[in-house]
């Protein structure tokens, strides 16, 4: 298969751990519900962790557009995935590689040995890797292992093994 080729899109499966991850609280708000800009790590986010030098603590988005951008940033992300896969993958593969490049970028996926096994077919191999993304620097600027990336990685895991993470 041509480099760049893969023929499933992303899932709802992939969407909601995407959302899940990301912000789960939102999601039991109605979509015409408003929401505040919050500080993530080393920048402000909004809706699903969505980044951008125009979000600033005062931004206020609704539920409905916190979806829209969500949707549109794992698009992105999920053309991050196909652009430097050569091979034809499952749909759990792609939609953990997605959620994955959600959250990395496309550039650490790009560099990654985690994309090395994902093209040669060696699904260990990609959940080994997978648990090796779990750390956080603290506020001394030391890694520390994150519970919340261990489950999400977990949840990734699941979807290559079994095609589903719930």
Same mark, same amino acid.
Request: contains cysteine; glycine residues 6%.
């Given at each position: 298969?041509q ?5 499933l899109?992303?899932?709802?499966r992939?969407l ?21 800009a919050?500080?993530?790590? =080393? ?6 962790g ?12 609704? %539920?409905?557009?916190?979806?829209? /951008? ?23 593969v792609?939609?953990?590689?997605? =959620?994955?490049?959600y ?27 997978? %648990? ?8 001394n600027?030391?890694? /520390?292992? =994150?519970?919340?990336?261990?489950? %999400?990685r977990? %949840?990734?895991i ?9």
């Amino acid at each position: 298969m041509q480099q760049g080729m893969c023929q499933l899109p992303i899932s709802e499966r992939c969407l909601t751990l995407i959302k899940v991850s990301e912000n789960a609280p939102l999601l039991l708000l109605p979509s015409d519900a408003l929401i505040q800009a919050y500080w993530d790590v =080393d920048a402000y986010s909004i809706g699903f962790g969505h980044h951008s030098f125009h979000i600033s603590r005062n931004t206020i988005w609704s %539920r409905s557009q916190a979806d829209n /951008q969500c949707l549109q940033d794992a698009q992105a992300a999920y053309q991050g995935v196909v652009s430097h896969v050569k091979t034809q993958l499952a749909q759990g593969v792609i939609d953990a590689a997605t =959620d994955f490049v959600y959250e990395f970028g496309a550039t650490s996926f790009a560099n990654s040995t985690l994309l090395k096994c994902i093209n040669s077919g060696d699904t260990i191999g990609i959940c080994n890797q997978l %648990r090796l993304w779990v750390h956080v620097k603290d506020k001394n600027g030391i890694y /520390q292992i =994150d519970p919340g990336l261990q489950c %999400r990685r977990e %949840r990734e895991i699941s979807l290559v093994t079994s095609g589903d993470w719930q």
